[in-house]
RNA sequence: GGCCUUGUAGCUCAACUGGAUAGAGUCCCUGACUACGAAUCAGGAGGUUACAAGUUCGAAUCUUGUCAAGGUCACCA
């Protein structure tokens, strides 16, 4: 039990012990106390008035009273309106300190023996990765570890957009235009090779459309265009030059995503290829249709009614017979099911598709999926630059790799007045600064709620100062400085009973660290990342402070010295677990 | 037009889900390094939470209306 649970249960027995009255102990009203006063914990006592039929701050004074009592963890209370404020004793906090310190990965929560699927990224095979991908890379791979960090199993999978018109456009003008050119012929990177010709499709399709037009011709169509579909018909008719070309563009797409990736620090337990996937939603639909889940027209083509949640009728399968992302969907979910057998799924995909979800995940409860509803639609919005939206068209993209190389050079620029890392051969230097710049990156981005559009400004959203992935490094990296020093004169602080009434601003830190195994559920509950991001930050500002005002290798007595190196160890702990939880890795220097 | 998001310091974001005087960072001022690492710390300035009503002990948070920005309402993916 924590000790919020201790001081709820506390306050419920209280009030039926002195006014008769019951309350359902998690429904206890109780916060951290805000630091202009005394206290750890704040328990609000205005639900009480009726049943006490009291002024709020004699009910503060009952409560108060009856739990110093009652509860030997609180040792005392004042009352502030109807506020009551409780004092958790110092022996309380070190003996959880001593416990917690000896948990191995504390904080996580142990195993509930669900699975639950992943997905996110999702390109398409026709353009680079760009600056909103990275914002769902982010966002899923986090809530992956955070997931898994709350005790579940986790996998982590990808749909691969690789099939279509637009993987067509490609091909074709690799083909007409491209003389042979390979990633190794011009030394780029596969998915920007294939990227490139993709806008060489637009622009030749614009030109001859304009060509057409100049010569009078209302709305034509490019021949080329024309072109294009034929080569899917053939890519459908499966043949073979055709799929050749296909495979090998694509391998130059897959491995050029691959190094991003791999910058990025993220993989998957399996992809998912929509040319593999896109016909199975048909079978299914038409075996749902047999059992009146759908209905057909009587031009043949086939429907869901869902009026009656307000969604509308919706088309799933083409009066020819085709599919449409729909059925590719429902299709893809219960292929996973087959594969996974897993008890939620979570799609982190942009906000524009909330409604597509609904509807989808309407469906496979009608379908009587076993996982329905541990489906998740984690939507978060679109990523503004100062200009306003990005716009391949406009050219006003950012690119990913670009991007991370930016974040580098920046990190790079500003470590050069630090007198730490000169020490450091070129290799430890680039992959400090890779750390740096990348955690800068990844938090300005996981800082925010998902759900709301972000403004990211290249120029200066990437600070390394202040509210950013590399002032809680920094912490970090302090901590293990000294820590190194320790080591090297041998001190050994695991004992640290010597020391019991420590300062208020070291039981603080420990109290911030007893919150870290609620704030992992609860982000794995809300698939907010941003939640783990707040609690890192406010945990190195907390550290930061104490640093300052408290020597630690210096400490007035060995007692303090011990209390306060095993403290900083533990920080430093808290701190690298919960940067790894969105993917940011901590250096030993900087 | 229907439905869904969002609107908080100049800027970028918080606010424990209805609780105390709405907090951080950044920017602008002031101060602290012959060092347990200044990518840090301390202090100052900066707010009618878009606007208006309502609900109650109590509202940035809930309700209604208005305004603004965005999304969606495809036999596209």
Known sequence: MNVVEIIQKGVAKA???????????????????????????????????????????????????????????????????????????????????????????????????????????????????????????????????????????VDKVQIINDRGIHICKSMLAWQKYGNGATPEST??????????YYVKFSSEEKAQIAELTAKGIE???????????????????????????????????????????????????????E????????????????????????????????????????LVL????????????IGTAMLRYDDFQMNKLVYVVGDEQIYHFKVLFEIMKRLGASYADGLKHLSYGMVDLPTGKMKSREGTVVDADELIAEVIEEARKNSLNS???????????LSVNTDIGLAALKYFILKVNPQKRMLFDPKESVDLQGHTGPYIQNACVRAKSILRKAKEENLDFSDISGYPNPEKAGTDLIAIIARYPAIIQAAA??????????????????????????????????????????????????????????????????
Not at 81 to 90: A, H, T
Not at 320 to 329: A, F, N, P
């Open 275 to 314: 040319s593999e996937t896109y016909l199975i939603g048909k079978e299914r639909v038409l075996e749902a249709l047999e059992k009146g889940v759908f209905y057909k027209k009587e031009d043949g083509s086939v429907w869901i009614d869902l009026e009656d949640v307000k969604l509308d009728h919706k």
């Open 525 to 590: 509950e809300d698939y907010d990342p941003s939640a783990v991001a707040a609690f890192c930050y406010d945990l190195a500002k907390n550290y930061h402070r104490y640093y300052h005002e408290f020597p630690i290798l210096k400490a007035e007595s060995e007692a303090a010295r011990s209390f306060r190196l095993k403290l900083s160890d533990m920080v430093a702990k808290v701190l690298t677990s919960g940067m790894e939880l969105l993917g940011i890795q901590m250096p030993e220097k900087m």
């Open 187 to 196: 030394g780029q990177k596969g998915d920007r090779l294939v990227g490139e």
């Open 219 to 273: 709305k034509p169509e490019a021949p080329i265009l024309n072109e294009a579909r034929e080569m899917l018909l053939k890519w459908e008719a499966n043949d073979p030059d055709t799929r050749a070309l296909w495979s090998k563009l694509n391998d130059w797409v897959y491995q050029g995503f691959g190094e991003t990736y791999k910058k990025l620090g993220v993989s998957f337990d399996k992809n998912y290829y």
């Open 318 to 329: 083409r009066a020819d017979g085709t599919s449409v992302y729909m059925t590719q969907d």
């Open 15 to 153: 009030v039926e012990a002195l006014y008769d009255h019951t309350v359902a102990p998690e429904k206890v009203n109780i916060s951290v106390t805000r630091k202009e006063f005394t206290g750890d914990y704040t328990v609000v006592v205005f639900p009480y008035t009726k049943a006490a039929k009291k002024k709020p701050e004699d009910i503060g004074a009952d409560l108060g009273a009856f739990m110093v009592k009652d509860i030997p963890e609180i040792q005392n209370f004042n009352v502030i309106k109807g506020f009551l404020n409780v004092e958790i004793s110092d022996a309380y906090w070190l003996n959880f300190f001593n416990e917690a310190y000896e948990i191995p990965n504390y904080g996580f929560g142990a195993a509930k023996n669900k699975k639950v699927l992943v997905e996110f990224s999702s390109p398409n095979t026709n353009k680079p990765l760009h600056l909103g991908h990275v914002r769902n890379i982010l966002l899923g791979w986090s809530c992956s570890q955070i997931l898994e960090a709350a005790g579940y199993e």
């Open 419 to 429: 007198g730490v890392i000169v020490e450091l051969t070129e290799e430890e230097q």
